[in-house]
């Protein structure tokens, strides 16, 4: 009843670490005792519901504590305050209860509670009979948490947290909060040191940079209509069926009038269709997590559960989802647990110590982008994380993860020199702490939301990346993702193309390389953002020779892909020829769609996608070596390539590529069956800015060989039908 003096001044000076112990209401022997702080008030009286007076309060410091006996039963309480004529009411948050309960606690020390999102965070509840916000956050070795914003002036002396037990979490309910109020966390480190205000981690939406709070929102209100799209693909294994990607910027895929953001309900108008049209099966965003910079292209995030405030209000993101869904379209994130931006509102040192990164450099910063790296070790960090995998996936009903920059998580020697990292505690490299976190991650995401796959941006050699991940503890076996980016063929691929078709010769094993691990593990083709950045050029400008053979090399190149073995995506732009390099400042060059050549490339897109799509024998085994038969592999003297493309019961599809500008006709191409192979597709038509060169439709093969027509710098397909 009685603190003493020193607690009161702790207290007001913002020193004080249990505020719940001096502030709200208490039994005492003859009824309730009431104390509170409002700053600015003259007379504090308690009222009931019906406004009559409790009892009057006295003050106590000139701050604004006033304190006193008050009729009925410690719970809720409702002050009236008075400041000459000036009166206002204020329902006291420290007279609530607890939010958070034991299990809460237990689960999250645990790391294995994987609904925190509903708990952490900030959420419109009614508690204790009253509405409000109930905000929580991590923070074990502050010595202090406040929750500030506009509703206290920024000021952190007010709307101190409650610690929560020995887990190191804070909550506090603000009666009468609603959705859309700023707000962050202060902090006081162990030491008392005041920290850079935070942004909330579990925040479902920001302020619009360079504005860095968080927001708070009420229940999610989107009417999900997708039932269909979600239960198709949770009775298909995606190996087995097509998945073409078309992989997207939000910001510069085109902008509006003013030159600002799509938000993503222009998006519904205007993404949708167009993928639609191009007859692809997914789209693949970039991140689209809240970040401040935005030549960071969203991969330094800073607000992992919250879709920016670029492209409109949170839900929009469900809107847009919902809508790609109803027009049978997949959505995938690009998702960054790789990287850890050092952003002073972030999660950098985010209570004064190491708490979400490690603390020595040699395992806790990363060299190539200037950030620190997740302590994949650490339960409550590991688990932060897996939930936040499981939070767009049902929260936002995404199709899949791309999960980037793997490599740089499996390796602790990644990008680091002799003695600037720490081997792991068999004295290798292999970093088995993030390791597990991938493995929990697919295993969580497999586990809970059928239907959905995961995807490693993954450029190195390391075993089993798209195999099963064993039981929690086991070290054999794989990081359990669905498929894996297959930067080899990539690489190799596009170094070939970039040569002058009379050098191609000497240089055959760029292709048929490929083919020697193609099905070690489940591959995406990727031709993305990071091949079209950074000096790199567009993919037109690293073919060689005139304006011609550039288009027919990129069209040969695309239906080269789209016959070899593994699921497809290619990044925005590329589908008509995008001259520049891209850059997030502007939006695509949509003027050369007037163009007939950069047309012709979308149209051949669009036919490969429909092809793809229609013929099993291209996509039914597109991870597994049934599927694949060289027909001519070693004919390097004039660049020719043929294959088989096979499904069981299916009929097989051979695709051709001549890569040198001469025809070739008639060619002798080896066929395993007799009788009429007709052509479904030639990069060298007409309707694509070709030379129109082709097979009139079709061939007879007789004996085992069919004679074919080679155009020049084109890819055929030719699909037997007996």
């Known amino acids: 009843m009685n603190p003493p003096s020193d607690a009161i001044i702790a207290l007001v000076e913002g020193r004080h670490d249990d505020p719940f112990s001096l502030l709200g209401v208490f039994p005492g022997p003859d009824g309730a005792f009431a104390r509170t702080w409002i700053a600015g008030a003259e007379k504090v009286e308690a009222i009931g519901p019906d406004g009559r007076s409790l009892g009057t309060l ?41 939010v958070l309960g034991p299990l809460d606690e237990y689960l999250f020390a645990e790391g294995t509670h994987h609904r925190l999102w509903d708990r952490m965070g ?77 942004a909330d981690p579990f925040a479902f939406a920001a302020e619009l940079r360079p504005r860095t709070a968080s927001l708070t929102t009420g229940p999610f209100q989107h009417q999900w209509q997708d039932g269909g799209h979600r239960e198709h693909w949770a009775s298909v294994d995606p190996r087995r069926v097509p998945i073409s990607i078309y992989e997207v910027h939000a910001g510069s895929w085109d902008k509006d009038e003013n030159g600002w953001f799509l938000s993503w309900d222009q998006l519904v108008e205007r993404l949708i269709p167009y993928v639609v049209d191009l007859g692809f099966t997914h789209i693949e965003f970039m991140p689209i997590t809240e970040h401040p910079y935005d030549p960071s292209w969203g991969y330094q995030t800073t607000g992992l559960y919250a879709p920016s405030a670029r492209f409109g209000d949170h839900e929009g993101f469900a809107r847009f989802v919902d809508a790609a869904h109803q027009a049978g379209i997949g959505v995938l994130l690009d998702w960054v647990p790789a990287h850890f931006p050092l952003d002073a509102h972030g999660l950098a040192r985010f209570d004064g110590t190491a708490l979400y990164e490690h603390d020595d450099p040699r395992l806790g910063y990363h060299p190539d982008w200037n950030t620190a790296i997740y302590n994949f070790g650490r339960r409550e960090v590991s688990s932060y994380l897996v939930n936040n995998a499981l939070f767009w ?52 995401v497999y586990g809970e939301h059928p239907g959905i796959f995961t995807v490693a941006e993954e450029s190195t050699s390391w075993p089993g990346v798209s195999q099963p991940a064993p039981p929690p503890g086991e070290r054999n076996g794989g990081l359990g993702f669905g498929f894996k980016w297959n930067m080899g063929w990539m690489h190799d691929t596009l ?87 891209w850059s997030e400042e502007r939006a695509l060059d949509w003027g050369l769609r007037y163009s007939h050549a950069h047309e012709g490339v979308r149209n051949l ?114 699909r037997f039908d007996g």
């Open 58 to 98: 006295e003050p106590v410091h000139d701050a604004g504590i006033f304190e006193g006996p008050i009729a009925g039963e410690p719970g809720p309480t409702t002050y009236r305050a008075t400041r000459g004529e000036a009166e206002w009411q204020v329902v006291d948050p420290y007279s609530f209860g607890p």
């Open 122 to 198: 900030a959420h419109r509840i009614e508690h204790q009979g009253v509405e409000g916000m109930h905000f929580a956050v991590w923070a074990p070795n502050a010595s202090r948490v406040s929750l500030v914003g506009g509703f206290n002036h920024w000021d952190g002396r007010h709307h101190v947290m409650r610690r929560r037990g020995s887990v190191g979490v804070w909550e506090i309910f603000i009666p009468g909060l609603g959705a859309g109020e700023p707000y962050k966390f202060e902090i006081l480190s162990q030491g008392g040191a005041l920290l850079p205000q935070k």
């Open 393 to 444: 996936a049902e929260r936002y009903h995404i199709d899949g993860l791309r999960v980037d920059a793997v490599a740089s998580m499996l390796y602790r020697d990644y990008s680091r020199k002799a003695g600037e990292w720490i081997p792991n505690d068999q004295g290798g490299r292999e970093n088995w702490e993030a390791v597990e976190f991938l493995r929990a991650t697919n295993r969580a």
């Open 495 to 581: 170094q070939y193309m970039a040569r002058e078709p009379i050098y191609r010769q000497h240089h055959h094993g760029e292709i048929t390389f490929g083919l020697v691990y193609s099905f070690s593990e489940n591959f995406v083709l990727p031709l993305s953002h990071d091949e079209v950045v950074h000096g790199k050029g567009s993919l037109l400008a690293k073919m060689p020779g005139d304006d011609w053979q550039q288009f027919a090399n990129l069209r040969l190149y695309y239906a080269f892909m789209w016959g070899y073995p593994g699921k497809k995506l290619l990044f925005m732009g590329q589908e008509f020829a995008q001259r520049a390099e």
């Open 605 to 718: 897109v669009r036919d490969l996608n429909r092809v793809y799509r229609e013929t099993p024998a291209l996509h039914a085994r597109d991870c597994e070596g049934e599927g694949f038969e060289w027909l001519v592999a070693d004919d390097s003297a004039n660049s020719v390539f043929a294959w088989l493309r096979k499904a069981p019961g299916e009929p097989p599809v051979a695709v051709i590529t001549n890569m040198t500008p001469i025809a070739r006709a008639p060619y002798r191409l080896p066929l395993p069956h007799d009788g009429r192979w007709t052509e479904v597709l030639n990069s060298d038509a007409g309707e694509y800015w070709g030379s129109g060169l082709g097979n009139l439709g079709g061939i007879e093969a007789k004996d085992g060989i069919g004679w074919v027509t080679l155009p020049p710098l084109a890819t055929i397909m030719l």
